[in-house]
């Protein structure tokens, strides 16, 4: 895959896109609703903010500062937030909030991360001490919620100097992961924990969920690589401990990858009904062995699977048709739970039945992340 190619699908995705109806937002689309303030958008934004950290090509600088401006007043106030919803994923867009301020000097952004990070001093806990994912979802941890909010608090408090001492707070949330998520047969993490265990999804016993989904295992991946990145100390005791954890998750994912060089939405079940190669989590993991080699995580035998990752996303799911370019198959969305929603039960058929669509930023952001360190490695 030539690069100009890939370079010509990011301008389209930024050319049609206005700053209200981005053309990676399909929930928002499919809902019929103007694009606000939530982990989509942030996914798609942090991807262009990390582009121009290795290219200084300003345009992506532009648009990100010009999406973000948009929605956020001088008084730090985000258009389309609520702190009352304790919803994590809100948190993710906060990692952008950091790096704009920096580049920018807009105090706005410095004051709406400064908002992101007082909802994180009163967000609900489980009795273990980690974060809800969101009210909704009283007594859960997804391994998603892991990925929005942590590695943005690891960040404000290097930047910031926060009152809210969150290092070790951080490190002891990630271990309980790992204590109680991780099957220890195959390494891998599950989906979600109800420590309450009264979901109807949840085992009575342990109060994980039924099965390993593949996006939700990448995020996990990636909130210990970008917590390890922006540690305010590193090479301490609990450093080395989660360094240990990421690098075991990454050996453990090598055996279930394709000979495609992708892996299964559900991960473990290659070969079972409709269970098909998907582009977000194949796209995060690929990102995760590359950054992690580039950043001295891993060492340099990863390089191997990272590129095979995103050589298969790029065969397989990269295509042109009508002379638009396109990626596929990508998860829309899934998850656990409410009670209101009893299909969303952890099941293999369950994770079979959300939509697979094309060029959301939830495929699409992990995407241009790989590539940039793709072409780094090149």
Not at 102 to 121: I, N, P, R, S
Not at 163 to 170: K, N, P, Y
Request: proline content about 3%; charged content about 25%.
């Amino acid at each position: 895959m030539e690069f100009v190619v890939i370079d010509s699908y990011i301008d389209s995705l930024i050319k049609n896109s206005t700053q209200e109806i981005p053309v990676w937002n399909i929930e928002k689309a499919q809902a019929g609703k103007k694009s606000g303030w939530d982990y989509i958008d942030g996914c798609m934004i942090m991807a262009l903010l990390e582009i121009y950290s290795t290219t200084n090509d300003r345009k992506y600088l532009e648009f990100a500062d010009w999406y973000e401006d948009y929605r956020i007043h001088d008084d730090g106030t985000i258009d389309g937030y609520e702190k009352d919803d304790y919803n994590i994923d809100e948190i993710n867009g906060g990692k952008n909030l950091i790096t704009l301020y920096k580049l920018t000097g807009k105090e706005k952004y410095k004051k709406a991360a400064a908002k992101l990070e007082e909802q994180m001093k009163t967000h609900p806990r489980t009795a273990e001490g980690n974060f809800w994912h969101k009210k909704i979802y009283p007594n859960q941890v997804w391994l998603d919620g892991l990925y929005m909010g942590l590695p943005f608090l690891m960040e404000y408090q290097k930047e910031f100097e926060s009152d809210g001492e969150w290092e070790e707070d951080i490190y002891h949330q990630f271990f309980n992961v790992y204590e109680i998520m991780r099957n220890k047969n195959n390494g891998l993490y599950y989906h979600c924990y109800d420590s309450s265990r009264k979901m109807f999804w949840a085992d009575k016993v342990t109060g994980l969920s039924k099965n390993f989904w593949l996006r939700s295992i990448g995020w996990y991946a990636m909130a210990m690589l970008d917590t390890l990145n922006k540690a305010v100390k590193k090479d301490t005791p609990n450093w080395n401990a989660l360094k240990h954890n990421f690098i075991e998750l990454m050996n453990a994912v090598l055996l279930f990858q394709d000979e495609s060089g992708m892996w299964y939405q559900v991960p473990d079940m290659k070969g079972r009904g409709k269970n098909y190669l998907e582009t977000s989590g194949s796209a995060i993991l690929a990102y995760s062995l590359l950054k992690g080699v580039r950043t001295g995580i891993l060492d340099r035998s990863y390089i191997v699977p990272g590129k095979k990752a995103f050589e298969g996303i790029c065969s397989k799911y990269l295509v042109t048709e009508n002379n638009r370019m396109s990626l596929g198959g990508i998860c829309l969305v899934a998850g656990l739970g409410p009670e209101s929603k009893p299909n969303r039960d952890g099941t293999f058929e369950y994770y079979m039945s959300e939509p697979i669509v094309k060029d959301d930023a939830k495929g699409v952001g992990p995407f241009i992340l790989a590539y940039n360190e793709y072409r780094l490695l090149k």
